[in-house]
């Protein structure tokens, strides 16, 4: 599949109704999901792997990976309504995936490769820390997107857990109105993504 024909097709995924401020959702860009989807598959992360998608929200990676080939996907979610929609987006696009509704720090099976866009840790700070962690635990390989202010605090945890970035690349993330305490009707958001691999040593 080429990229842009993911892109038009992750551009379908059904967004949130009633995003939780709490729970930090805010909606995956289509460009930014399928850049890193594609990055996944072109790499071999993705077709035939067996995958984690840590707080799937609506299910944009979840999809993604689906057609893209992953052999079998978690769908990892803490909110029903979230997972409600992820439902919808599965059945809409023809695809399988075994949502866990659970907290991410109770998933424990191995896997090959996690994908994540934790919370950024604006309304709780190092909200995404217990994401990282534990995709370090279970997985072979991490894609993840995190503030980009936190970027030497979070490759400094990479790093000390034996870890190794092999590439990294920041975005603008676009936050439209989402919630009372937002000021603007958009909000660009600088986020970093990280590609990451065990240390070899």
């Known amino acids: 599949m080429k990229k842009k024909k993911l892109e038009i097709l992750m551009e379908g995924v059904e967004n949130y109704k009633n995003p939780k401020a709490s729970l930090e959702q805010y909606f995956t860009p289509a460009t930014i999901a399928s850049d890193i989807m594609f990055l996944a598959y072109s790499l071999g992360d993705i077709e035939g792997k067996i995958l984690a998608d840590f707080g799937a929200g609506t299910g944009i990676f979840t999809i993604g990976a689906c057609l893209l080939g992953a052999r079998k996907i978690f769908s990892v979610e803490i909110d029903v309504g979230a997972i409600e929609i992820l439902k919808k987006n599965l059945e809409k696009y023809k695809c399988s995936a075994e949502i866990l509704n659970m907290n991410v720090e109770e998933f424990n099976s191995e ?50 857990n034996g870890w190794e970035i092999t590439h990294r690349k920041f975005y603008d993330f676009s936050i439209p109105y989402m919630y009372g305490f937002h000021r603007k009707e958009e909000v660009r958001r600088r986020v970093v993504f990280y590609r990451i691999v065990r240390r070899r040593f």
Do not use: C, W
């Open 111 to 160: 896997v090959d490769t996690v994908v994540q866009n934790p919370p950024f840790g604006a309304q709780n700070r190092h909200a995404d820390l217990p994401f990282l962690e534990k995709a370090m635990q279970v997985a072979n390989v991490i894609y993840t997107l995190h503030n980009a202010n936190t970027s030497e605090f979070i490759e400094r945890k990479i790093f000390q």
